[in-house]
């Protein structure tokens, strides 16, 4: 593999969201991240726009690999699928935390709203 090229988990290429998906001009993600990690931290809401295949999540123990966080490419190539333009859901970072006793991570994505708007098609 040539020095500074990217690869997926499994052989896969890793690429601009353009090229990704061609026919989306913009996807935004809104969502709640709970638990929030301390009381006197922000509540918790955050806002994406044209994300990566994950979004990380903000739990500073999580190792954030691959494969960890918000799987953003994943719903957006659903949506893609049924040509959607909304969704609501909610997801588990599918990350690890750090430690002797590493454990799965324990963040939740909490009332996630996807909202994706199209190219015109000529």
């Keep these: 593999m040539a020095q500074g090229q990217s690869q997926g988990p499994v052989f896969g290429r890793l690429v601009s969201f353009k090229e990704a998906f061609p026919d989306v001009e913009l996807a935004e993600f809104r969502y709640t991240e709970w638990p929030v990690e301390h009381p006197n931290s922000d509540d918790g809401r955050r806002y994406r726009r044209n994300p990566g295949e994950f979004i990380r999540c903000g739990n500073p123990r999580c190792r954030n690999e691959w494969g960890s966080g918000l799987p953003a490419g994943r719903i ?47």
């Design 76 to 122: 957006l190539r659903e949506m893609v699928e049924s040509r959607a333009m909304t969704l609501q859901t909610s997801a588990i970072c599918e990350g690890v935390e750090r430690g002797r006793h590493a454990r799965r991570c324990l963040l939740h994505f909490e009332d996630i709203r996807v909202s994706v708007r199209y190219r015109p098609t000529e």
